[in-house]
């Protein structure tokens, strides 16, 4: 009983690719708003004598997820039919690669509590999806729109030992998806599913019976579901027990999971090679212009963002989780010339802006540029950080380009020794009791005086004179 | 009238563009005929005499001003049952589709409109094309035009039967294992089953997918290549379909076939077949030999285990090919279902013949986990085999020459067990393991029954199978079609 327990987990992720046409037929794949069967087609609906063809652009985008993912992309694959019945199954069987998937092994490299670890990915393939089935009271109703939409399944090592490894290698996982354009990657919309393989054993020992998890619908449930499993499994297990192998599902109300299938009800696929397609064949050629167009890794933009603009981890995680977020920053330092400034500003004020507004960083009315010139004026000291934040506040709704705004408004700092010299002697003319004060203030005090007085000239000059200027200005007076 | 029906579908398509006759008045005789003859034949399972008057007046019109027209403009065709065609009853002689119509036109059909022919009806087939009589048919029985107490052969026999009935010039049919071949032979008519991969299947009813292959059936060795002209070629619906240019198969035609050489494979010239049978083809082969060609004796090792290795792969396709009826979408759905699982074993256990569910336990049998390597893919293995046999023997043969059947078509009344109905097969289904092309042509009669020779060909050389049926057609001299059925 001292052993300690060790449990390993492997996931099972279902991309949805939004290729704009299904994998075999040229149904659109934008279905979602639109009425039950109206993105159908004698080939997607099954209807005898239909036959699939695969769709180029499924390829291209598979290729794209398996070289984010670091996979082997084969040169050649082939696909086989999944026979089982189901009523949404329009064949009743799915085309999908069983035994030669196109892309091969290939890995992620996560950071759990600042330690590096490398997942496993055993393969990926690309599969169509199903319909929907919607049970009503009486009658059960099909909506075969999102039948045959192209899927990749991304099949990962049992590498995982945690449900903190997971989470952290579907985020990232997510996150890295998301940089290639090919998909919606939302558990929300259904896009991006995950089942969950989960098996408990002794240290050093050979791996446990392994359960299946399915039906888990947020990361936050493939968390859940594995810690539930991990302690069920363990539990009983000490309690003299055995683990069945079984398909489980969670269910989200009571936050358990519940067995679905036994290893006996275990559907025998009859898996065989399909004969209405061809081999897939692609080149190390095509494969390469396929890479060309890749955006740069999400871990390779994140060590660039450290390394070249000097900025902290945690400012280019952020940046770096959205790639559009993360070009914005680099065309805003391009005009700026001051990568921290222009992370803070998009950091803080931005991505307020993007959360208030329920809006991406493309729909975001200031641009790069103006951004950028708003932090140069700083940086010139043209205008301070105060009156740039009144700047972007106008620039949120304002056409002008920040300088005009700046000239036309008259935000620009006082930096004119004379009217400077001015403003300053007006304030002492009119605070005669604050310079008693300031002289017979000790040294600790003094200071609180000076800031007082220097308050009054900002408050005079509507915030614009430079206070630096002043506050030499006045110690001399004093 | 009959007049007409005895036409070739080239003679008929010349005298249209020549407006020495309508194509109304071809339709119209060819819907007389079958009116006539149809009761006693069952060739057709559904006509569409409506519509298909409406295209040929179309056609008609299109002549008379001058406007171009396709190369079949004019001509009536049968389909078989199991291609699609746009509103049109599809039911692959299964219960299960008895109501389906078509939302699509099969590419075959959409070729064949495109280049002016009139689809007259689909015809008569067994259930799934699986079966080499048409005696599995949910519909009804079809009789041999030659005798109508025998079969006419199957799958296709409706096919068959409606051109040796003179009830139409061209018939599609589809062959999975001889289904064209062998009901050509037992009605004493030509027909052609392509490579696979040269005709589009799209919108044919699947049976089994790496063997099924649609060709024509017609009176003669020219209306198959005027009809090839029309149906091969690529097909953007069909990922299996060659983009191989397809060549112009009539300019075969007429070809001096001296010095071609003709391989006898010895595996098909076994004891125990009928005599007469034997007679025949040696006769074939001193015809051949007379037009110059050079006949050699070769040996397609693998062709026992053809039949076996055909009977698990076929099967295992047709398996999950039919998985799709079931009664969810379309076709027939059982009343008396209580849930889901019940509705699809009711449907399917009433919807399906036994023939067709025998074939289902068999594919699921060899594709079930077990038993995957034990059979199907032992099968897939042996199948490689014998494609190189003939790769092999077509290194120094342009054709082979072998039977069609071993027996002429057999009685209606025969009761056969399901192995002794599968051996029917045993001369023709190697050609479909292999992909390698194959026609049966009318060679002479035994016991009052048309006999017909088979020659195979290299993977797309349909020309040199083209230009030999055309050189023997010639110095066999005509085959008479029987008149029997007109009374």
Redesign the interface.
Known sequence: MNKKWESVIGLEVHLQLKTGTKVWCNCSTDYDSDKPNTHTC?IC??????????NKKVLEYAIKAGLALNCKINNESTFD?K?Y?Y?DT????QITQFDNSYAGRGYLDINVNGKEKQIGITKIQIEEDAGKSIHGVKE?Y?NFNRASMPLVEIISEPDMRSSEEAYEYLTLLRNTLKYTGISDVSMELGSLRCDANISVHHEGEPFGTRVEVKNLNSFKAVARAIDYEINRQINTIEDGGSIDQETRTWDDETQITKVMRSKEEAM?????PE????KVVVTDEEIEKIRETMPEDIVAKINRFVNDYKLPQYDADILCLDIELANYFEEVVKESNNAKTSANWILTEVLKYLKDNHIEINDFPISAKDLGKIIELIDKNIISSKIAKKLFEIKLKDERDPETIVKEEKMAQVADEGAIETLVEEVLNNNPKLIEDYHNADEGRKPRVLKGLMGQCMKLSKGKANPKMVTDLLLKKL | MNNICNFTALELRDKIANKELSAVEALTAVYEKIEKTDDLIGSFISLRKETALKEAKIIDEKIANGEEVGILAGVPVSVKDNMVSLNDLTTSCSKILYNYKGIYDATVVKKLKEAGAIIIGKTNMDEFAMGGSTKTSYHKLTKNPWDTSKVPGGSSGGAAASIAAKQCFISLGSDTGGSIRQPASFCGVVGMKPTYGRVSRYGLMAFGSSLDQIGPLAKNVSDIALTMNVIAGYDDYDATVSPKEVPDYTKSLNKDISGMTIGVPKEYFVEGMDSKIKEIMDEALEKFKSLGAKIVNISLPHTKYALPTYYVLAPAEASSNLARFDGIRYGYRSPNAKDYIDLYVKSRSEGFGAEVKRRIMIGTYVLSAGFYDAYFKKAQKVRALIKNDFDKAFENVDIIFTPVAPSTAFSLDAVKTPLELYLEDIFTLSANLAGVPGISIPAGIANDLPVGIQLLGKHFEEETLIAAGHAFEKIRGEFNLPEGADK
Do not use: C, E, V
Not at chain 1, 275 to 278: I, N, S, V
């Open positions: 004698p609906l099954g209807h005898p004598g239909a036959l699939p063809k695969l039919r026979n019945f009523p329009p064949k009743n069987y059960s099909i025998d696929y009859r898996y065989f004969p209405d397609l061809l």
